[in-house]
């Protein structure tokens, strides 16, 4: 994948964070998706829609873009108006309460959202896995914390996040909450490499939130996190 192929679609306007594309890259770059144009693909959390359509044309697979943030039909006409609408379907659940039939996705994708809802012991297990195929694969990108701070979020980031601190977790504790299951072949957790470009695109862009994050960028948010890269690939049966 070569991002110089996406400039023209990163923009103030679909950016919700960090550089989304750029931490896609570093996932695809790292366990290309090898899917044909039969293949379904979940963009979990798609935000307002351009990793939905960095997937579509990487894979050419069909992809459903699910947020629970922005409505279906504004992606709509985002895919519309990009040339893949016929590619994407639109939608706008829950991610703990999602309507689609056993099995039905070869891979999903979530870029910096999973940890909006899924920081809990049993959620990958009970509400992920169902959907996925035999031989599927599952890629997420996601701000934590770096292995040393384990379990220090709330004492070192909530400056900066709040009540939310304590979404921000290590590598090894999202390998941890991943958790093992006869499905589960392998679980791989690791500090994704796109740290600084991401940051620096987002930091960049003429965005309020980014405005804001800036303020804690050098005493919190670069000592302490990181983006973590997860990888799950389901048994072949």
């Known amino acids: 994948m070569n991002i110089r192929n996406y400039e023209q679609y990163i923009s103030a306007e679909t950016m919700m964070g960090p550089n989304s594309i750029r931490i896609l890259e570093g996932l695809f770059n790292k ?3 090898k899917l044909s144009s039969d293949d379904l693909i ?3 959390g798609c ?9 579509a044309k990487e894979t050419r697979a069909k992809v ?3 947020d629970l943030w922005v409505k279906a039909e504004e ?3 985002r895919f519309d108006k990009w040339g893949v609408g016929g590619q994407i379907t639109p939608v706008c659940e829950d991610a703990n309460d999602l309507h689609f039939a056993e099995k039905f996705f070869s891979a999903l994708v979530s870029i910096d959202s999973y940890h909006y809802f899924a920081g809990q012991e049993g959620f990958f297990q009970e509400k992920i ?3 996925m195929k035999d031989g599927g694969v599952v890629l997420i990108g996601i701000p934590g914390m770096k292995n040393e701070y384990t379990g220090r979020a709330e004492e070192l980031v909530s400056d900066w996040l709040g009540e939310e601190a304590y979404m921000f977790k290590s590598p090894k504790h999202w390998k941890e909450l991943i958790g093992s299951h ?3 072949e392998t679980v791989e957790t690791w500090e994704m490499d796109c740290f600084d470009k991401a940051w620096s695109e987002w930091l960049s862009a003429d965005n ?5 994050d800036s303020q804690h960028f050098e005493t919190i948010i670069k000592p302490y996190t990181c983006f973590v890269g997860i990888y799950v690939k389901l048994k072949d049966r």
């Open 31 to 33: 366990y290309p998706l």
């Open 42 to 44: 979940l963009d979990l």
């Open 47 to 55: 935000g307002k829609g351009i990793t939905s359509l960095v997937i």
């Open 64 to 66: 459903y873009a699910n």
């Open 75 to 77: 992606n709509r006409e």
């Open 129 to 131: 896995l169902p959907f």
């Open 182 to 184: 006869d499905r589960i």
């Open 208 to 212: 309020e939130f980014a405005k804001g």
